[in-house]
């Protein structure tokens, strides 16, 4: 079989992989999404999460392999492939966080707008403020002045309230107002919205978690109280698989310039 050189391979069934072949393509890359077109040193792509399934399916070609890119990389993926193999978490990256962060805003904001929820002039909790926490609330001011960002962290006050936000400590959301709330957007993968937090806020209130699973949210107290609570996971690559896949190409493409 002929055997071509690569400076990437691509593996998965994820629509993600494709456009990050095509992206790299495009960037000049000769790419493969067949392992048994592998040369020496391929730097091979794998879609999130990579577990053990992905070391079974390597193992034969792992003497080919000079590094492997993949996304929410386990420790015993890791451990099983030894230390001969440079191995990268592109997840992990700050600038793939905050563009995933983007992407993952405007899906949750979609879905909420798809169900009827109607946020113009609302009023709307985001608890968390890291990377998604941010950009969930920057893509609601198309929508409402009316934003509270809830954090453990006193400290980032000035920060919120200097990007236009009022202000809640989330480990006393009991005390705030809480009734007046039309929307909860959860982005903290830790029990939050708790039985306590939920009998505080009106039966008409819709709360949209994208959290790690579990999430934050007490679901079965929320369905108890006829509540809509909803874990949406996974959005880049659900609902923008060609833009997330562009990322994943140029992130992993920078990455191995620098390494050059």
């Known amino acids: 079989m002929e055997v071509i050189n690569l400076y990437f391979a691509i593996i998965g069934d994820d629509a993600r992989m494709d456009y990050a072949a095509e992206r790299l393509y495009s960037l000049g890359f000769d790419v493969s999404r067949d392992l048994n077109r592998l040369s020496d040193n391929t730097n091979l792509i794998i879609p999130p999460p990579v577990g ?10 792992l003497k080919n392999i000079k590094a492997i890119y993949g996304g929410a990389i386990s420790s015993d993926f890791k451990n099983m492939i030894g230390s001969d193999i440079y191995i990268y978490d592109y ?12 992407l993952t805003a405007l899906g949750i904001i979609k879905e909420a707008i798809s169900i009827k929820a109607n946020l113009y002039n609302s009023k709307i909790l985001v608890t968390g403020y890291g990377f998604c926490g941010k950009a969930i609330g920057q893509h609601l ?7 509270t960002i809830a954090v453990r962290n006193s400290r980032l006050l000035k920060e919120i309230n200097n990007d236009g936000f009022k202000y809640a400590d989330i480990n006393n959301l009991v005390s705030h107002n809480l009734s007046s709330y039309n929307y909860v957007f959860n982005t903290v993968p830790a029990m939050i919205i708790t039985k306590q937090v939920i009998d505080c806020f009106d039966n008409s209130v819709m709360i949209f978690d994208i959290a790690s699973k579990p999430g934050g949210v007490d679901f079965n107290y929320c369905k108890d109280k006829n509540i809509y609570a909803v874990l949406s996971l996974g959005i880049p690559g659900r609902d923008f698989p060609k833009e997330a896949g562009y990322l994943i190409g140029d992130a992993c493409f920078n990455h191995y310039k620098s390494m050059q």
């Open 52 to 61: 053990i399934k992905y070391y079974d399916i390597l193992k034969p070609y």
């Open 141 to 147: 001011k198309d929508y409402t002045e009316d934003i």
């Open 91 to 102: 997840l992990s990256w700050d600038s793939v966080i905050a563009e995933n962060a983007k």
